[in-house]
């Protein structure tokens, strides 16, 4: 079992930058790959990005690539999102996931983990 709990979200203008965080707990939480994703109103929840357990390996949605950077401190049992150049369109309650596998993914349904999601405003 992992727990996952997000911080780092609120309001913030666009062109301007967050960092999100999420703290893993359980026996696997190291080893085990972890990915953001972001629902907006009234659309699916979407991949934005994802990291393997030892941070070697990083996967990006076209819509994030250049502009967020995942990354994780295993000592800590932390990933993080840091989020440069945010869009109006980058609104979202964004949710930390865990796989329970090593290598990372992009699919929604490999993941059987999931945050309690942290809300993320960009206004224009």
């Known amino acids: 079992q992992v727990q996952l709990v997000e911080s780092g979200g609120g309001l913030v203008q666009a062109g301007g930058s967050l960092r999100l965080s999420c703290a893993a707990s359980?026996?696997?939480?190291?080893?085990?790959?972890m990915a953001w994703f972001r629902q907006a109103p009234g659309k699916e929840r979407e991949f934005v990005a994802a990291?393997?357990?030892?941070?070697?390996?990083?996967y990006y949605s076209d819509s994030v690539k250049g502009r967020f950077t995942i990354s994780r401190d295993n000592a800590k049992n932390t990933v993080y999102l840091q989020m440069n150049s945010l869009k109006p369109e980058d609104t979202a309650v964004y949710f930390c996931?865990?796989?329970?596998?090593?290598?990372?993914?992009?699919?929604?349904?490999?993941?059987?983990?999931w945050g309690q999601g942290t809300q993320v405003t960009v206004s224009s």
């Open positions: 996931a865990a796989s329970g596998r090593l290598s990372a993914s992009s699919r929604r349904d490999d993941y059987g983990y």
């Open positions: 990291i393997n357990w030892s941070g070697g390996r990083t």
């Open positions: 359980g026996p696997t939480a190291s080893d085990s790959a």
